[in-house]
């Protein structure tokens, strides 16, 4: 029997429905999880996406490619096969692509995905299926995640002991996703907030789909006046260490980051303070969710796909195997930073 998705040079092609998922050169028709850089790429003709996720994807793709949307549980005929959209939790409009064959083969490609909810887009919703395509970003068990409201008080500690002392907070995080739901944690600080141009032209289509965000600053030159010495200023890891930063005065830094669970990163990003935030799930997120499908057949695809598997076949006894793709986990949104000099453009 042939896979309803499968591995080809353009990416996970569905033969069946004649279109592929999250495809990594240009194609006819292109469904796809989210609008991180690694999952929509620009060239293709036409993109099917979900409404919240929309003008993020439009911003992705180049003039003149058609964006057609399909709400979350509602189903549409492609080809000889059914697709529907469902929550991924991962960042604005994520989804996760179910794709049903007419013998009712069930497939789900996940995407980038996280378990725990955040108030910046919709909850992850496990999805019943024989096969789960799932990514492995943080796939180790020393990958556990702290709750969102202890990092969020954490940071605002920091926040405020900078403050105190005249020192500007630079906290760095990749502009698509993790940014804004840092954000919608930090309301009430002791000073105002600033923002990089990456992040300021991703501000928006939160906003316009009611997401609730405190006031922010685009980070220019003038809007540094009231920045320094007591605000906080949000900008990508590529920002920190250039001439961008100087106009803040004195700083201190932070980076927010899965990978700040590990000490090697947090020693090599040589930032002051490192925070683990993830838009991904961690190693029990994984587990629960391929719990959840009641998948027999599990494909990994991108991150600590070897050690996912093993286990998934060891001690799960799942038919678990790898799946070749160029998805990037984490390190694929560094692809939103822009450039620093964007912020005063």
């Known amino acids: 029997m042939t896979d309803l998705v499968r591995t080809t040079e353009s990416g996970l092609h569905c033969e069946a429905g004649g279109f592929h998922i999250d495809p990594w050169r240009p194609v006819e028709r292109a469904v796809v999880t989210h609008a991180h850089a690694d999952h929509t790429r620009p060239g293709s003709k036409r993109y099917l996406t979900t409404p919240e996720g929309a003008e993020l994807v439009r911003l992705r793709t180049q003039e003149g490619a058609i964006v057609e949307t399909l709400p979350y549980g509602e189903s549409r005929r492609i080809g000889d096969v ?22 009712g083969e069930t497939w789900v490609v996940a995407g980038d995905y996280k378990t725990e909810a955040d108030p910046t887009c919709t909850p992850f919703e496990a999805v019943p299926c024989d096969v789960f395509v799932t990514e492995s970003t943080f796939g180790l068990p020393v990958f556990d995640w702290p709750s969102a409201e202890s990092v969020a008080a954490d940071v605002m500690d920091w926040w405020q002991e900078n403050a105190a002392a005249g020192r500007t907070s630079l906290l760095c995080a990749y502009a698509l996703g993790k940014s804004q739901r840092l954000l919608a944690g930090l309301e009430g600080g002791p000073g105002p907030i600033g923002v990089h141009g990456a992040l300021h032209r991703l501000l928006p289509p939160y906003r316009e789909q009611g997401i609730a965000l405190p006031e922010t600053a685009y980070a220019s030159p003038e809007a540094a006046e009231e920045i320094r010495g007591k605000g906080l200023v949000i900008a990508p890891p590529s920002a920190n260490g250039t001439p961008w930063v100087r106009k803040f005065g004195e700083i ?94």
């Open 82 to 103: 059914t697709v529907r959209f469902h929550p991924a939790g991962h960042v604005l409009g994520s989804a996760q692509v179910e794709v049903r064959a007419a013998s």
């Open 252 to 345: 201190s830094t932070a980076f927010a980051s899965g990978w700040m669970r590990l000490r090697g990163p947090r020693r090599r990003r040589n930032f002051d303070r490192g925070f683990v935030v993830s838009d991904h799930a961690d190693w029990k997120g994984l587990l629960a969710a391929i719990e959840a499908t009641g998948a027999e057949r599990v494909l990994v695809t991108h991150g600590y796909v070897d050690t996912l598997v093993r286990f998934l076949r060891e001690e799960r006894g799942l038919d678990a195997a790898p799946l070749e793709s160029r998805f990037e986990g984490e390190e694929g949104e560094a692809a939103d930073e822009g450039t620093p000099a964007e912020a005063d453009a």
